[in-house]
T-cell receptor, first 110, second 112 residues
Framework: NAGVTQTPKFQVLKTGQSMTLQCAQD?????MYWYRQDPGMGLRLIYY???????DKGEVPNGYNVSRLNKREFSLRLESAAPSQTSVYFC?????????FGPGTRLLVL | QKEVEQNSGPLSVPEGAIASLNCTYS??????FFWYRQYSGKSPELIMF????GDKEDGRFTAQLNKASQYVSLLIRDSQPSDSATYLC????????????FGSGTQLTVLP
């Protein structure tokens, strides 16, 4: 079992460029989440998907869109990247209450 | 605004000592509480969770919950240098589609 996987591991973008962060889980979990983590701050929820076919905004959704492609995959898209989106992005999945995290994507927007 | 507060530290303890990490939360609707450990440059990994008042022990770790005081703590007994990491406290409100609210974390250093 790979658990939660994320691609890419690192990415450098220029302001205004777009990109999609990919996340997949093989634990048959219904719920999936996207967080960002900035220095000195905890994890902040961007979007989540309680089940296949549903998505909802979290605490900091502006500038992002998501797609729950199927039960396994949950992608995060930045349509027009801004320097304020420089961060580490974590995907997580859960069954019941416990969330399991992927290894993260480090994004730098210049 | 639902908040989870932690002292950012750094907290330093000598090897073999007890490390005590504290967390308070503002949302009385929070029902379960989680402690995650995060090594530098890595993703959070679950240590343990607690949902009933009192203590819950798992090996060298003990989580404590006091819902009246809205207070959660994590004790690490016989601290080891490998315990040096950032510890994240999180609260779950089942009424919020199972969203976790995280504190900013406490950085722990265990000195050899």
């Amino acid at each position: 079992n790979a658990g939660v996987t994320q691609t890419p591991k690192f990415q450098v973008l220029k302001t205004g460029q777009s990109m999609t962060l990919q996340c997949a889980q093989d634990m048959n979990h219904n719920s999936m989440y996207w967080y960002r983590q900035d220095p000195g701050m905890g994890l902040r929820l961007i979007y989540y998907s309680a089940s296949e076919g549903t998505t909802d905004k979290g605490e900091v959704p502006n500038g992002y869109n998501v797609s729950r492609l199927n039960k396994r995959e949950f992608s995060l898209r930045l349509e027009s990247a801004a320097p304020s989106q420089t961060s580490v992005y974590f995907c997580a999945s859960s069954a019941k209450e416990t969330q399991y995290f992927g290894p993260g994507t480090r994004l730098l927007v210049l | 605004q639902k908040e989870v507060e932690q002292n950012s530290g750094p907290l330093s303890v000598p090897e073999g000592a007890i490390a005590s990490l504290n967390c308070t939360y503002s949302d009385r609707g929070s029902q379960s509480f989680f402690w995650y450990r995060q090594y530098s440059g890595k993703s959070p990994e679950l240590i343990m969770f607690i949902y009933s008042n009192g203590d819950k022990e798992d090996g060298r770790f003990t989580a404590q919950l006091n819902k009246a005081s809205q207070y959660v703590s994590l004790l690490i007994r016989d601290s080891q240098p490998s315990d040096s990491a950032t510890y994240l406290c999180a609260a779950l409100n089942l009424g919020s589609a199972r969203q976790l609210t995280f504190g900013s974390g406490t950085q722990l250093t265990v000195l050899p």
